[in-house]
């Protein structure tokens, strides 16, 4: 009997070696535009985290902001895994976000693992800051990630916040590979006392 409860165990602590690691986040701010649950699924899809398979229920909130301004970014993990984020933009239309970072991998029992995804130190339209809250080791319990970025100075009726997350050392989502995706709208009116970021799509200088 004893020899039955270790061989048991045995099999149980294998099968969790080999289970995948699973990371997921909260967008805690600005507010996402779907309703979460308290992992902050649905995530996997980009580029917003839903898709045909994975659906989700839209808040109808939508921040206004001011062009240059600073936009808080607060972003809770509720389940830890080694990565970093990434944060865009897109003014028209979702189509306007990056893809996902690409991803250096190796192979694993079940399939690709990765390893590390790419950092673009001098990100422009529509990345705003990459590599946030790079991160190997596990957070303090409760620990939120926070910072602020400062928005282009454009017009937008209902803009895309893109918050991902590339997660390193991750087995491939169906869905979203090796990244997780929160979205959050925004309306952004121009400062008229800056001049508009013709940078970034749909743009008309002021008159």
């Known amino acids: 009997m004893k020899l039955s409860i270790r061989a048991a165990l045995c099999a149980s602590a294998m099968l969790l070696a080999a289970a995948p690691a699973y990371a997921h986040f909260i967008l805690v701010a600005p507010d996402a535009w779907v309703e979460v649950n308290v992992l902050g699924d649905p995530q996997k899809a980009a580029p917003c985290g839903t898709s045909d398979i994975t659906k989700g229920t839209p808040t109808g ?5 001011k062009g ?3 936009l808080h ?8 895994h080694p990565g970093h984020y990434r944060v865009a933009l897109s003014v028209l239309d979702r189509s306007e976000l990056p893809a996902d970072p690409v991803a250096e991998t190796r192979e694993g029992t079940r399939g690709p ?67 997780y995706h929160h979205c959050a709208d925004v309306k952004i009116t121009a400062d008229p006392k800056l001049p508009i970021d013709m940078s970034w799509p749909g743009q008309k200088a002021a008159s």
């Open 61 to 65: 909130k939508v921040a206004e902001m």
């Open 113 to 179: 693992i990765s390893v590390s995804g790419k950092i673009d130190p001098n990100p422009k339209a529509p990345v705003l800051a990459d590599g946030l809250f790079l991160h190997r080791e596990r957070p303090a319990k409760d620990t939120f990630w926070e910072t602020d970025i400062k928005l282009p100075n454009i017009n937008c009726e209902k803009c895309t916040v893109q918050v991902l997350q590339f997660m390193e050392e991750h087995g491939l989502n169906k869905e979203g590979e090796f990244s």
């Open 68 to 70: 240059g301004d600073l």
């Open 73 to 80: 970014i607060k972003i809770k993990e509720t389940i830890y």
